[in-house]
């Protein structure tokens, strides 16, 4: 037997069995005695999601003990590898630097010249490189023999000349020995507020950029069975904090596109480090770039606070001579706050949400 039932909407025809035909706009009645009620799953009793976390703590803190013995490992082949190097001169190694015109790269130049490398600065920025290169030749910093540093004109937004660049970089001095990628540009700005083009330029410039000339100069490297690719990341690959994320995001591309270089190349005799600093004084936050494209135009507390650029430099450069796969070159602080993020994850986003909350009020 069937019933008519005629809604606001459309007219619905109920069987007695509760079948409701496809394309009904009213809901099943649910007061009949043969009428089915759709559940939808739950995700589990509240008790099992309980016991569930709770055995997540407790392995985290198993597992604990076994992360430092790890840690201690770790630093105990680190030191036995620094004991055993003999060789880490620098003296005559082509050295090629981005973002050599300022910050940590005008930093790394002093360092690098000093050892006594053939330099090539590689820049957007001409005049200043010019700048820095007077006052390389023209500081007394090396006392045996000097090799002038080349200019490069170095656009890494300019993908499609990307290849004419490195073969006038290689017809230099015929090779590079050491690669050292640290153009880069940062960026302040809210998800909700950042336009697409922002994170695609920043993307180019601190990922597609650097691996493209990554990809460019390696092929000369894998000839000569020879050479050191150096990326300067970000702590922020490891720890993205609010308000930072196509920065942290492109740092953390950088990071994952590394380890994979890393373990690819090692049968050519081609090492890889990657540096991730916290705050070193620089400009970079006062060239970053905001969620609308604009220059961000302020010095952040953070950066006005950190590392001087020379020492960061300096530290850097015995990571290269020493072929340090990795470095967090930040403070004891930072290191716990990775280790955080690691083993307890959910206190470390719960920390970053209250940070947010707070920025957000402060603004």
């Not at 099943?28 to 309980?50: E, H, V, W």
Request: glycine share 8%; with cysteine.
């Amino acid at each position: 037997m069937k019933t008519s039932s005629v809604g606001k909407a459309s007219e619905t025809t109920t069987t007695t069995d509760g079948n409701i035909p496809l394309g009904s706009l009213e809901s099943p009645s649910k007061t009949g005695p043969d009428a089915q009620i759709l559940r939808l799953p739950f995700k589990g009793n509240l008790l099992l999601n309980c016991a569930k976390k709770w055995l997540n703590w407790i392995a985290c803190l198993l597992f604990l003990p076994l992360t430092i013995i790890g840690r201690l490992v770790e630093a105990f082949f680190a030191i036995k590898q620094r004991i055993s190097r003999h060789d880490s001169s620098l003296e005559g190694k082509v050295v090629l630097i981005t973002g050599a015109s300022s910050g940590l790269g005008e930093a790394l130049a002093k360092c690098l010249y000093t050892e006594g490398c053939k330099l090539i600065i590689a820049s957007r920025r001409y005049t200043e490189l010019d700048r820095v290169k007077e006052q390389l030749l023209g500081s007394g910093l090396r006392k045996g023999t000097i090799y002038p540093p080349v200019i490069i004109e170095l656009d890494l937004q300019d993908l499609d000349n990307l290849a004419d660049k490195v073969r006038t970089i290689l017809g230099v001095y015929g090779y590079v020995d050491i690669l050292v990628n640290n153009a880069g540009i940062s960026y302040r700005g809210e998800v909700t507020d950042t336009t697409l083009e922002v994170d695609a330029k920043i993307m180019n410039i601190n990922y597609f950029g650097t691996i493209g000339l990554t990809k460019a100069i390696l092929p000369s490297m894998i000839i000569r069975q020879s050479g050191h690719i150096v990326m300067i990341g970000s702590l922020q690959s490891k720890l993205a904090i609010p308000f930072r994320s196509a920065y942290a995001a492109s740092k953390h591309a950088l990071q994952a596109f590394s380890d994979s270089l890393r373990a690819e190349i090692h049968r050519h005799n081609i090492d890889v480090t990657v540096i991730n600093p916290g705050y070193i004084r620089t400009s970079l936050s006062l060239n970053a770039l905001t969620g609308r494209g604009d220059k961000y135009g302020q010095t952040d507390e953070t950066t006005e606070s950190g590392a001087d650029p020379l020492q960061a430099a300096y530290e850097i450069v015995i990571a290269i001579k020493e072929k340090t796969q990795e470095l967090m070159l930040c403070s004891l602080f930072y290191r716990l706050a990775v280790f955080l993020r690691a083993i307890l994850p959910n206190v470390y986003f719960k920390l970053m949400a209250r940070r947010a909350a707070k920025s957000k009020k402060s603004r």
